[in-house]
């Protein structure tokens, strides 16, 4: 029997640094037997992927215990799966109570801790196009992680004041104040050591206290257990920071819109706006959904969605993106996408996935943190047994050690350092709109020693424009109204070109039929009886003789940089069209930004030698022209062949073979039309300078994660010292695994600041 295998994604509430995730990943797999488990505790989020009848109610309970809360997010685009919207209301509570306690790591408190199955789907579908943004964390100072802490605070310090009162009653007034907050410490660590997971923070945690208490330092004990609650707290502020950088972008998207109907206007939840619909947007309002321009002309400024810093003018017909503001005039916009499927959202979806998918590195440390743990935990056990058996030193004094040496054993900073980075890093790159599908393509960027590109709509603007047609065989104006007959069918730019130029002549274009691409070459239909063929001049010569006074006037119209397209209307040449693409404006300062990086740029296209040449020189890029598809792709290959990290990067139309071979692809294009979900990176906003951009995200991102992984190993290591050497003690320890975690995750942060060039 084959179950079909379905994906389930869940918003994870109470996970706050790189233990708890493998805490959750442990219990999804014990409990489900799911293996196909992602957890990302950058994204706050999980995803299985497994059998329908999978028992996904008993892993939440389970997770409860853990004290952690799952909220499923709905498939974009689509109906929750059946498996989550049995929990859709807890989704729903989870959104809905603003300043309730959502980020609460208490099972008690936590919706799904112990829900029954009575008031199941009820509230599901109401809130389903919710589900895709992040819950509305409560202030941090208001959870229950918070109450705890402060609740442990007061008890050490009730303690502390009572000591002096009655000094002989000082001990058990420590322990009780301990116990206060190593309850739920020590609650969570036998629920993981159940899963399977014995060596978690908490449990480390557990032994250190209740061994300290047992050596006569109850008041010590009491204080580790405060700083341990304390550094949780912060580190949950610090991953909540993280965490927040993406997932603000969906906040961009204002709450209400403005739509029109049947000359009404009234305002309506952005959420629920459906595609088609027609909003108007006042001047100076930030727009709530992606759409069309059907009426007005303003400035739009992008720089919150896109990086773009000066607004951009935009009219009818012009795409807008939700999040984006509007300038000085009213415009009347049609609403092309849900706010469940808007650019924002799929961005913000992007990242989160792609923060699922682990780098390299990322899964090296991992590695390493499963040895790490152990390792340290038996530098302790000797420390603290050796040197009173062997040479009689107090016993105290070096459990002692070898207590504080447990509290050094705790990997979250070491293992938090990588994610956490990632995370900045994918999260400053979608912000301006270039986009990485995955750790391990952030960390690859760094290594590519060349770049392809693809010339038409990747190099160039992708909008040709119609500058001469040769009437050879027909006139110019039959020539012209043939060729847009055999275009209709051809979503090319030049196609595109050509028709429109037809139509600004408002020539009647006759119907074509049996339209065929052949890529790379041109296309070929059945126009009024007879067969037209449209394309390369190389392909047209294999069709029809062309002579030597023709080749030269093409020859002569693509030395200036203009495509020529011949027309082969039965066995004559009728005529030919020259059209022409202009050049990024970027494209040639991001060419010789990566030349002074140190990389290989080359141009691939299908064009004609001499066209590709004429832009080559003024781009200042190595050109490999009149290649096919398949030709493209054996370029990258040959590349990669001779030792060479490539990218590629282009629109998708006669490159997808090469941008699938390509260490990289990259697909670009403006805004709604790129193939996002299948390359590796995008650039969203077309620039080339998204290019060099990225290399160096990709490179300041490594540089971050190696400056993370020291501190984290640089502190433990020296704390490890000091311990032995009797210099420090319990607290110290447990404020440097604490406060290593939380400078780890601000070093992190800092990449959100990254500006290109
Ligand atoms: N739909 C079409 N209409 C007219 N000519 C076409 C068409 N498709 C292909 N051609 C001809 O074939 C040549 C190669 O096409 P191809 O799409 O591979 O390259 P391109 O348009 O130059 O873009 P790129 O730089 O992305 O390779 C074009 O330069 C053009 O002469
Ligand atoms: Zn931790």
Avoid at 479 to 490: K, Q, W
Wanted: proline fraction near 5%.
């Amino acid at each position: 029997m084959n179950a079909p295998i379905v994906q389930s994604r869940f918003r994870v509430t109470g996970m706050d640094c790189a233990s708890c995730a493998a805490k959750i990943d442990g219990a999804a797999r014990r409990i489900t037997g799911v293996t196909d488990v992602s957890v990302s505790v950058t994204a706050g989020t999980m995803t299985l992927h497994h059998e329908p009848e999978t028992d996904i109610a008993k892993l939440e309970q389970r997770l409860g215990t853990l004290g952690y809360a799952i909220a499923p997010i709905a498939p974009q685009g689509g109906a929750a799966h059946p498996a989550q919207k049995a929990h859709a209301h807890c989704a729903g509570l989870d959104h809905h109570d603003d300043h309730g306690d959502s980020h609460d790591a208490h099972p008690g408190d936590a919706c799904c801790g112990s829900h029954a199955p009575a008031h199941g789907p009820a509230t599901s579908t109401a809130t389903e196009d919710n589900h895709s943004r992040a819950p509305m964390d409560g202030p941090w100072w208001r959870s229950a992680k918070a109450r705890l802490t402060l609740l442990s605070g007061l008890a050490l310090g009730a303690a502390f004041g009572a000591g002096l009162l009655l000094p002989r009653l000082d001990t058990p007034l420590f322990i009780l104040a301990m116990l206060v907050g190593l309850a739920p410490i020590a609650r969570r660590a036998f629920a993981a050591a159940v899963d399977g997971m014995p060596f978690t923070i908490e449990m480390l945690m557990t032994i250190a206290a209740v061994g300290a208490v047992a050596i006569g330092a109850a008041e010590e004990a009491a204080a580790v257990v405060f700083l341990f609650l304390v550094g949780e707290l912060l580190e949950g502020v610090a991953a909540g920071r993280a965490r927040a950088s993406i997932s603000a972008l969906s906040d961009l998207v204002p709450k209400t819109a403005w739509v029109e109907h049947d000359g009404a206007v009234r305002a309506v939840s952005a959420d629920s706006l459906a595609v088609g619909a027609t909003i108007l947007v006042r001047p100076g309002d930030r727009i709530p959904a992606d759409g069309i321009i059907i009426a007005g002309d303003s400035a739009i400024d992008e720089a919150p969605v896109t990086g773009e810093s000066t607004p951009v003018r935009k009219g009818v017909d012009a795409v807008v993106f939700a999040g984006t503001v509007n300038g000085e005039a009213a415009l009347r916009v049609q609403v092309t996408a849900t706010a469940s499927d808007n650019t924002i959202a799929r961005v913000v979806r992007l990242v989160e996935e792609a923060q699922e998918k682990k780098a390299p590195t990322e899964r090296f440390i991992d590695q390493f943190a499963r040895y790490y743990t152990p390792a340290v935990l038996a530098v302790g056990a000797l420390v603290a047994v050796v040197p009173p058996l062997a040479f009689g030193a107090p016993w105290a004094e070096w459990v002692y050690k070898g207590l504080a040496i447990l509290l050094i054993g705790c990997p979250c900073a070491l293992v938090i350092s990588t994610p956490a980075a990632i995370a900045a890093g994918l999260s400053a790159g979608a912000r301006r709109g270039l986009l990485m599908k995955g750790g391990a393509v952030l960390e690859t960027f760094r290594k590519v020693t060349t770049v392809c590109f693809d010339k038409t709509g990747t190099l160039t603007a992708g909008k040709p424009e119609v500058t001469d047609i040769m009437a050879l065989a027909l006139p110019a104006g039959e020539v012209l109204r043939l060729a847009a007959a055999v275009e209709t069918g051809s979503s090319h730019p030049l196609a595109r070109a050509i028709v429109a130029h037809a139509a600004a002549q408002a020539i009647a274009v006759p119907p074509a039929e049996d339209a065929r691409a052949h890529g790379g070459k041109g296309v070929t239909a059945r126009v009024e009886g007879r067969v037209v063929f449209l394309g390369a001049p190389a392909a047209a010569a294999e069709l029809v003789p062309v002579s030597e006074a023709d080749m030269q006037h093409v020859a002569a119209l693509n030395a200036d940089g203009k495509t020529v397209s011949l027309l082969v209307v039965e066995r004559t040449l009728a005529g030919a069209i020259a059209l022409r693409d202009e050049p990024r404006p970027d494209a040639a300062a991001a060419i010789k930004a990566l030349t002074a990086a140190h990389i290989t740029t080359l141009m691939l296209t299908g064009d004609n030698r001499r066209t590709a040449d004429a832009i080559g020189a003024r781009l200042g890029i190595a050109v490999a022209a009149e290649l096919l598809p398949a030709d493209k792709q054996r370029v990258v290959s040959d590349l990669k062949a001779r030792g060479a990290m490539v990218a590629k990067v282009g629109d998708g139309i006669n490159d997808a073979p090469a941008l699938a071979s390509a260490d990289i692809g990259i697909a670009m294009g403006d805004g709604t039309d790129v193939a996002l979900e299948t390359a590796d990176a995008a650039a969203l906003h077309a620039r080339v300078q998204d290019i060099p951009d990225m290399i160096a995200l990709s490179r300041r991102t490594m540089g971050n994660i190696h400056q993370n992984i020291t501190i984290a190993l640089g502190l433990k290591a020296v704390f490890l010292v000091t311990t032995v050497a009797g210099i420090t003690g319990l607290w110290p320890a447990i404020l440097a695994d604490t406060g290593a975690t939380v400078l780890v995750t601000l070093n992190a942060l800092r990449l959100l600041r990254f500006r290109p060039q």
